[in-house]
């Protein structure tokens, strides 16, 4: 990929550019974190990305996928169809998380029950706040496309979307998106090539035996007991199957089972997550997590149900994408606001999706010293929107440079 990073605008005229309607930028990010919508039902918030892209002067495509949007903006001499002109794709994701704000906040949640917890108000204001300014003053030959992704949150949407023609409607040569990370410096970048991002699956299991009293258990084929076991013969999947040097994550988030002291119930239910960063680790924890279920409930006499279901794939960023990506970072902020030595992050990613269809890098942005994601008193910084803003103009520029 022959692309001169210097060939982009320089960092300051976009800062200032940027910089004329932050404030405006951040009331909607407000507006949006005040009224947060779930997978598949982001109607309001679709409604205000496309209206404020046509506005620009975008060509705008909406209903992708139900609630999803894409816009299209065409400059320079290349056409969207003429040989040799590039093509990028810049995504967004727009849904939110049922979960109830408890963040105190001026913009908090007005929908009850439901919460912008993963900074997707963050991530739509940063890709309208670049969106602006390439429409206005972006200088570059070649066609834009940015993709406004819905039900990220329940790994559907990506999946959908390109179900529908994506990328076969919305042609790209190389795809891009971001996330905001707590506990990384407000404003700083990460790359990582490769395996960036976790697989996850689902497993629920129902251990089922034969209730009793509780005063006769001899009488019972106890599931709890058989569940206890279970759990703790569940950690031998990662410790004694997987490679040591790869990772592995097995959980057990759910429990389900009984609701008095003094009676030992017909069954008890429970969900698992698993992770992986590689299809061979993830097919082994597909094999050895039913396996194991059912061999420790036919050695308490119970019988074991197992209900296992394939997610997203781990989330693999291609390197010729991922080393230019950095480049505009080093390029346009200084190594001082490059972290080094970033991490692969065992947290999951629909933008998976996306990748394996299209070369492309997802890259992560400081989000400071916030609470965690998905919890209740996190909330999106809002100091990071400009940079990150910034940061998807240079991109753009550079990877469609004159």
């Not at 759910?254 to 960063?277: C, D, Q, Y």
Request: glycine share 10%; charged share 20%; aromatic share 6%.
């Amino acid at each position: 990929m022959n692309i001169n990073v210097k060939d982009a605008q320089p960092g300051d005229a976009v800062e200032r550019g940027i910089g004329a309607y932050l404030d405006e930028i951040v009331a909607l990010r407000h507006d949006l974190h005040q009224h947060p919508e779930l997978s598949f039902h982001e109607h309001r918030t679709s409604d205000i990305v496309a209206t404020r892209l046509k506005s620009w002067g975008y060509e705008v495509e909406t209903g992708i996928a139900g609630t999803g949007v894409v816009a299209t903006l065409n400059r320079g001499e290349g056409s969207p169809r003429g040989e040799g002109s590039r093509q990028i794709g810049i995504r967004a994701d727009m849904d939110a998380l049922p979960i109830e704000e408890a963040t105190g906040l001026a913009h908090a949640s007005t929908n009850r029950g439901v919460m912008h917890a993963c900074g997707h108000d963050g991530h739509t204001a940063i890709l309208l706040a670049a969106a602006r300014y390439l429409a206005e003053a972006g200088r570059f030959d070649g066609t834009l496309r940015l993709i406004f992704q819905p039900a990220e949150e329940i790994g559907a949407g990506a999946r959908k979307m390109l179900s529908e023609g994506l990328f076969e409607r919305f042609p790209v040569d190389a795809v891009f998106g971001l996330h905001n990370w707590p506990g990384v410096p407000s404003g700083q970048f990460g790359f990582v090539a490769g395996s960036a991002m976790a697989s996850v699956d689902q497993c629920n299991i129902k251990i089922v035996g034969k209730g009793g009293h509780g005063a006769e258990p001899q009488r019972t084929v106890d599931p709890v007991l058989a569940t206890a076991s279970l759990i703790t013969a569940l950690q031998s999947v990662v410790s004694r199957n997987v490679d040591p040097q790869e990772m592995a994550v097995v959980t057990v988030g759910s429990i389900h089972g009984g609701s008095a002291s003094n009676v030992i119930p017909e069954s008890v239910a429970l969900k698992l997550t698993l992770r992986a960063f590689n299809e061979t680790v993830r097919g082994l924890l597909g094999e050895r997590v039913p396996a194991l279920a059912r061999a420790q409930a036919e050695s308490f006499g119970a019988t074991a149900e197992v209900d296992y279901r394939r997610g997203f794939p781990a989330l693999i960023n291609h390197r010729a994408e991922t080393d230019l990506a950095r480049s505009v970072a080093l390029e346009a902020f200084g190594a001082g606001q490059v972290v080094s030595d970033f991490k692969p992050r065992t947290a999951s990613e629909d933008f998976a999706f996306m990748l394996e269809q299209k070369a492309g890098s997802y890259l992560f942005v400081g989000n400071g010293d916030s609470a965690p994601l998905h919890s209740a008193t996190y909330d999106f910084n809002d100091a990071i929107i400009a940079p990150a803003a910034r940061y998807w103009v240079r991109l753009v520029e550079t990877f469609l440079a004159r």
